[in-house]
């Protein structure tokens, strides 16, 4: 189903759950009349058939929210029923609840394959809207999401990183050319390109602020990324090793480091200057703003932004700290088979869940996310998480994981050892009895 067959699906059950509500919510008077408290109300009107088939159509679903959804709606027919909500507040608070149980059974038949292969506690790393398509033999033919984005989609987001990754290395070297070009704007652009490419900080722009609340109080701070840097953010630890430090995005404080020594003499340059409360500004004395920067990239790289490699940086650190962790993880595992306990594959879950947490913890960290669902939501690339399950252990590079990784939707726990451990549940059989309707 499209995203435009999503929505208008969506509005399609939202109209005929309200039409079907219509008259049921007469029914709900009587049962309020009758009824002697919340409870019993409730008991009430789901004794009527009339009422049970409109929540199995409407609102209930096979999703962890079912429940409470189906408490919702009957809250809402017991307050009309007591007349504390008019017809049409309630309808329309209907309309929402089949709304949201019509995106739960999208979500759900979608996800039927992924969630008949990984474990929950795996597929919490992964987006929560992610949907893997994939043929009859379990081979993978998409990642995308639903109801997630109108065009900027999961699949979207993994054909860019895919296309930065093969551009990666050019890139790299116009930016390197660019350096030492005469004209002043286009060294500076490069320079913050470089920045971006190292440390994936937030491009930033001039004015941006956020709120902060001081003694009970709403203030409003400058916030700083990339292009707006100042000498004060810039803390030269060693003449190989700067610091920078900022206010950033939501309020939170980014700390991000720089090795690069020829970027790092450009800065020092920069950040010895007098007269000036920011790095990116031409001797003449015009700042470098974030439409010179966009215009810069599309002079130069096919299709790519400057918050693309915020996105490559989170998937690389995650993919980097999985590499540290590979000769660990499998000595641990291989220790926990040598135990042959009944519950072996649930341990051997949860030692991978530990070494995943570590993971994007350090991704988010290195972004100075608040909350590590913002980056494992929109931007570490599950085909990492996809190509690490089926491999049993992680790619050679980052390139072979996120464009040539395993072609399969598998997670056996055999391959993440040197030898076979207990028989395993067969996940192959269950993902196609799933495609086939059997399940």
Do not use: C
Not at 59 to 80: H, L, M, N
Not at 150 to 168: E, N
Not at 353 to 373: F, G, M, P, Q
Request: hydrophobic letters at 35%.
């Amino acid at each position: 189903m499209s995203r435009v067959g999503q929505a208008d699906g969506a509005e399609r059950q939202e109209e005929r759950a309200a039409n079907a509500a219509r008259s049921l919510l007469k029914s709900a008077k009587t049962s309020a009349k009758r009824s002697k408290s919340s409870r019993d109300f409730g008991k009430r009107m789901r004794e009527k058939v009339a009422f049970s088939n409109w929540l199995d159509k409407y609102v209930r679903g096979e999703d962890g929210k079912s429940g409470s959804r189906e408490s919702q709606a009957v809250s809402v027919f017991r307050k009309y029923g007591e007349g504390s909500v008019t017809e049409t507040e309630a309808l329309e608070r209907i309309r929402s609840i089949s709304g949201r149980a019509f995106r739960a059974r999208v979500l759900e038949e979608g996800q039927g394959p992924l969630r008949a292969v990984v474990p929950p506690e795996i597929l919490a790393f992964m987006p929560k809207n992610i949907i893997v398509k994939v043929d009859e033999d379990g081979r993978i033919e998409q990642v995308t999401d639903v109801f997630a984005n109108d065009r900027d989609t999961l699949g979207v987001k993994i054909a860019k990183m895919q296309s930065l990754l093969k551009q990666y290395n050019s890139i790299a070297a116009q930016v390197k050319k660019d350096l030492k070009s005469e004209d002043e704007v286009t060294r500076l652009s490069a320079l913050i390109t470089a920045i971006l490419m190292e440390t994936g900080i937030r491009p930033g722009s001039e004015g941006s602020q956020a709120i902060q609340v001081v003694g009970g109080k709403e203030i409003p701070i400058e916030t700083f990324g990339a292009i707006t840097l100042g000498p004060n953010h810039v803390s030269f630890i060693r003449d190989n090793f700067v610091t920078l430090r900022f206010i950033g995005k939501k309020g939170t404080e980014n700390i991000a480091d720089l090795t690069d020594p020829e970027i790092i003499e450009e800065i020092r340059m920069l950040a010895e200057r007098e007269g000036s409360d920011r790095l990116f500004v031409t001797k003449d004395g015009r700042t470098i703003s974030y439409s010179d920067l966009m215009r810069y990239f599309r002079d130069r790289f096919d299709g790519v932004t400057p918050t693309d490699f915020r996105k490559l940086k989170a998937t690389r650190v995650v993919f980097e700290e999985l590499q540290n962790q590979k000769d660990e993880l499998r000595e641990d595992i291989e220790r926990l088979a040598e135990e042959e306990t009944e519950d072996l594959r649930q341990r051997i879950v949860e030692r991978i869940v530990e070494s995943l947490d570590v993971a994007v913890e350090k991704s988010r960290e290195r972004l100075s996310h608040i909350s590590s669902r913002t980056t494992k939501e929109s931007y570490i690339n599950p085909k990492v998480l996809l190509d690490f399950l089926s491999r049993g252990e992680v790619a050679d590079s980052l390139e072979d994981a996120v464009m040539f990784g395993e072609k399969y939707l598998v997670f056996d726990v055999d391959k993440f050892t040197a030898r076979p451990l207990v028989a395993n549940p067969p996940h192959l059989m269950a993902l196609h009895a799933i495609l086939m309707g059997l399940d």
